[in-house]
């Protein structure tokens, strides 16, 4: 029983879902929710229900979404990660897809609770719509040049997007609060703008090490990811580049922030983000083995991490 357990927290990735929960609440307490220009009803407001179930939303989706994923990938994780199979060995199947219908309609029907509380239908309805993609990016996507990869990162984006979705009025209900609100919707555009940017680009070059680690078992079965098309040279520079942006990015925010009277966050922001970049474009430049490109990518999982974990010391 506690194999099976194990097994099963295991294959819908619950460190990731709590990195996702994690994500949000940060978000909406140190950022949406002071810049949020409009109150739900008051039982709304005390309870947080809305914002509860737009969480076991996002996790819900994400867990079906990790079990589709590893349910088509059976055979090349046979190949590239044969010790972490889950599936067939000691899950069935059958009861893997009914896992994966159960979360990601639980996920839609907690979406539309959501949405019929904000009156915000967007996100039940880019909810369904990343159900379909998660679906497709495990059947197809993931098996096209850069397709997939930008699929996933956007999805991680959308993480962050949909609490700014939550927190700003829809259009025929907003128009006054947004004319004599547009300081408070300005500040928390920008920052969405700026975790949003960040998540997708931390998520697009991790997705391409990730490639490069899985590149024999991918190339047997007819995927046609980055490093088979292009090559190992050109996609090392496609990831070097994005890694350069990142870090070029990170040190505007970091003197604005310096100016604005923050020394502390910048410095923190440098050494626990930017400085790991910089040794990732370094070590990705050097790597040629799978196992090395795996410590990358967990290293990049790190350095999402703390660029969410610094919303706590806005």
């Known amino acids: 029983m506690m194999q099976l357990l194990r097994a099963f ?3 819908i990735r619950w460190p990731n879902l709590f990195f996702i929960a994690l994500t949000q609440c940060l978000f909406y307490t140190q950022l949406g929710n002071k810049f949020a220009i409009y109150d739900f009803e008051f039982i709304f ?13 996002s996790v819900l989706i994400a867990a079906g979404g990790y079990i589709i994923n590893d349910y088509f990938d059976l055979h090349i994780d046979g190949v590239n990660k044969p010790k972490s199979l889950v599936i067939d060995k000691i899950i ?3 009861w893997a897809i009914l896992w994966h219908l159960f979360f990601s309609i639980a996920g839609i029907i907690c979406s539309a609770f959501v949405s ?4 915000q239908w967007l996100i039940v309805i880019i909810n369904s719509i990343t159900v379909l993609l998660l679906w497709f990016y495990s059947t197809h996507f993931k098996k096209k040049l850069l397709l997939g990869n930008v699929v996933v990162s956007f999805l991680t984006a959308w993480v962050i997007l949909v609490i700014y979705l939550f927190c700003i009025p829809p259009f025929k209900m907003g128009q006054f609060l947004i004319q004599n609100n547009e300081i408070n919707l300005s500040k ?5 703008v700026v975790y949003a940017g960040f998540a997708f680009i931390i998520s697009l070059i991790r997705e391409v090490v990730k490639d490069l680690e899985d590149m024999q078992g991918d190339a047997q079965f007819g995927c046609r990811t980055m490093p088979i098309v292009w090559g190992v040279p050109a996609t090392k520079v496609f990831a ?3 890694i350069i942006v990142a870090v070029m990015g990170l040190l505007i925010i970091q003197g604005y922030s310096w100016q604005l009277g923050n020394p502390l966050i910048a410095g923190l922001s440098f050494l626990l983000i930017s400085l790991p970049l910089l040794i990732v474009l370094k070590k990705l430049k050097e790597a040629t083995q799978p196992n090395q490109y795996h410590k990358l990518s967990s290293l990049l999982k790190l350095i999402m991490l ?3 974990l610094s919303m706590a010391f806005l």
């Open 306 to 308: 703390a660029g969410i």
């Open 45 to 57: 407001r005390a309870t947080q229900l809305p914002f509860i179930l737009l969480v076991i939303a």
């Open 116 to 119: 019929y509380f904000t009156h």
């Open 9 to 11: 927290f295991k294959l």
């Open 188 to 192: 928390l555009y920008k920052f969405t």
């Open 240 to 242: 070097g580049v994005w």
């Open 92 to 94: 069935k199947r059958r």
